[in-house]
């Protein structure tokens, strides 16, 4: 085959690819830095968690070394099938499709031998060529690490973010903040983190015994200015529940309701895509002082404002990342907000905004975060131009 005609073919699996996406509200690929975090056990109860709520969700399994999402929803013999040239994925209820690449094994316990170009290959085929139809979720079980797959995904599957999987104790976080660092190189949005086997609460007494420490992806999460979606527990019925292909909705324990938790906080980490709710807004005030900053790229902190059908419903105030040119509009994209308020804004970082889908508001005046909002929504604020027409994310402004 000549080059060309592998260009060719290439560019066409795109397309399909692409087509397939556009179909795709919501892509998440779970990943962690270390592996047996319980990163699998993650992407399957989010898949299953969501799929009851009404989504369509598709879960697909690309950890080639160590596929695990067969066997924790009691999928034993899965394989793949292809009708018409397309891969049907398993139909684990109307509204969960699940494909695996253990489908793909004669015997679940082969191992898989492949160099990197197969791999990469086998995932675009997982996503150019399979029966998903339109999702709201597509979930995408990663191998640990920042090899191969999530590499593929991240450069592939377009408006993917990060779902990161830690335990709390520092050999594992140091992986994390390098899970953290390759999404920002490959400008992957990270959703959030997630800190599993987060402390064992005892069944003879009830006391919380933090085992592998507790509190740490919470505090990376802060320091790096991410999400924390939430912490599960270490607790032997998800252990016994996995074994026996059953998901965390089995459980008695208040395991469940931890997991739910995450879930309701991911759906809402999307404005305006919660399913039936369209008006919401997360508007971005860079602030110093507690009040509205001129120089966006050097602002202390960020409010940020939550609006449900008009109506102010929640204000956080975060420390943004450390600054350097095109980390800190990602960051607030990152953080679902629609909308930012600023007094200037160089073009270099107007320009990530747009392509970001976030409405830029320059020339505000210097005001506290909740005036500036409720001016805003009620239509009083308007462009007055930019306060400063040069970059702020490169330099300090003298104005
Ligand atoms: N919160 C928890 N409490 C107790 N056990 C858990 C918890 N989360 C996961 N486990 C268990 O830890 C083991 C590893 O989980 P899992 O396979 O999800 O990890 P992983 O990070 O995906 O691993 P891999 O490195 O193979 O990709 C499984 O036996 C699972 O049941």
Redesign the pocket.
Known sequence: MSCNSSDQEFELQSQKINRFLENVDHKLVVM?G???????????NLAVFLSKQGYKVGLLDV?VH?P?IAG?LGLTGLRMNTVNNQIQPYLYTENLKVLSIQGLLEYPDDPLIWRGPVKIGIIRQFLADVNWGPLDYLII?S??GTGDEPLTVAQTVTGCQAVI?TTPQEIALADVRKSIQFCQRVNMPILGIIE???GFVCPGCGSLHAIFKSGGGEKTASDWGISFLGR????????T???AGQTMDSLASH?KEEMQRIVDRIIHQRPNKQKGVDSTMKIAIPLAGGKLCAHFGHCEQFAIITVSNGKITNHETLNPPPHAPGIIPNWVADQGCTDILVGGMGEAAQAIFRQRGIKVLCGAPSDTPENLAALYLRGELTDAGNACDHDHEGHSCHH
């Open positions: 962690s270390k592996g047996g975090v319980g990163k699998s056990t993650v992407a399957t950890d160590g695990s924790l079980d191998p640990p999987v599993n086997m987060s599960l527990p270490i607790d032997p019925g998800v252990v529940a996995g074994d395991t």
